[in-house]
C-alpha cells in the first residue's frame, strides 16, 4: 500500500515550455506504490519520475493537456509507418531499468545535441541522478532498449525507452537516443512499438504524457491518432474524463 511522504503544490515559477507562462506542479513523494495504485494515478494525469508522482497546477493555464492512445484503434500514419519500417532492423529488449556507463553515455551524447541545436541547459547526468529518476526500483518500471547488431565490436545501444506498464496502461515517460541516427526517426518508431507492445499484452491504452500545442517538442504526440484527452483535472478520488480528440477541446 503506498505511502505518502511529502505533497507540496510549487510556487509559480517561468514555464519551460511557455515562456511567456509561470508554471507550477502540484507533486507526491511516495513509497511502496503499487501498479493499480499508480494506474488510479496515472489515468487522473499524473506522471511519474523516481519516487516523485506529479501533474500540473497552474492557476490560470491548462495548455498541458494529457494524451493517451487506444491501441485497438491506432492506426499509424504514412510517416509513422515509414519510421518504424526504418528502424525494424534494430533489435529491441523490454525489460527493468538498468544503469550502466553505455546508457549514461547515451543520454550525455543525446543531450549535448539539444543544448546545441536547441538552447537547452547542460544536464550532466550522474549515475546517482539516473539512478533516481530512470531506474528508481518501481514494479511498473520498465525500459524499452534499440540496439544495433552490425558492428562489428558488438551491440551498440543506439535508443532507451522509460516507461512504465499498469494492469491498463502503458506509459511513455522518457526517450533518448543517440544523435548518429536521428535520421531513422528513433522518437517516432518508438511510439508506434511502444503501441504494438501494448497490444500484445492486451494494455488498452499507451499514455504519451502531456500534449502542449504550442509547443513544438511536445505538440507532436497530437500526431499519433485516433487519441484522447483528459478535459478535467480531477481530483484523487474523483472520475477521470477522457475523450476522443475531436470531441475535445485541442
Known amino acids: 500500500m503506498a505511502r505518502l511522504l511529502a505533497h507540496e503544490v510549487e510556487d509559480p515559477r517561468p514555464c519551460s515550455y511557455l515562456p511567456e507562462r509561470q508554471a507550477s506542479l502540484e507533486n507526491l513523494v511516495m513509497q511502496d506504490v503499487s501498479p493499480e495504485e499508480y494506474e488510479h494515478l496515472l489515468v487522473r494525469g499524473w506522471r511519474r519520475f523516481g519516487p516523485v508522482y506529479f501533474r500540473p497546477a497552474c492557476a490560470d493555464c491548462h495548455e498541458c493537456v494529457s494524451l493517451r492512445v ?25 525489460g527493468r531499468p538498468r544503469v550502466d556507463e553505455e546508457r549514461l553515455a547515451l543520454y550525455r551524447a543525446w543531450h549535448a545535441e539539444r543544448e546545441s541545436s536547441r538552447d537547452w541547459e547542460p544536464s550532466p547526468l550522474t549515475v546517482r541522478e539516473y539512478s533516481l529518476q530512470f531506474a528508481f526500483p518501481h514494479p511498473s518500471a520498465r525500459e524499452v532498449a534499440f540496439y544495433d547488431d552490425s558492428p562489428e ?48 499484452r492486451g494494455i488498452p491504452h499507451v499514455y504519451l504524457g502531456y500534449r502542449v500545442q504550442a509547443c513544438a517538442s511536445l505538440r507532436y504526440k497530437g500526431a499519433f491518432r485516433p487519441h484522447e484527452l483528459l478535459t478535467t483535472r480531477p481530483a484523487l478520488e474523483a472520475p ?7 470531441d475535445a477541446s485541442e
Open 70 to 94: 487506444p491501441v485497438e484503434t491506432f492506426r499509424p500514419n504514412r510517416s509513422q509507418r515509414r519510421a518504424r519500417a526504418a528502424c525494424a532492423h534494430l533489435r529491441v529488449e523490454v
Open 240 to 246: 477521470p474524463a477522457w475523450a476522443p480528440a475531436d
Open 153 to 200: 565490436d558488438g551491440p551498440r545501444l543506439v535508443a532507451l525507452g522509460i516507461c512504465d506498464e499498469t494492469p491498463n496502461a502503458w506509459s511513455a515517460v522518457y526517450f533518448f537516443y543517440d544523435p548518429a541516427f536521428a535520421g531513422l526517426s528513433l522518437g517516432t518508431a518508438n511510439v508506434v512499438f511502444q503501441v504494438e507492445l501494448a497490444r500484445s
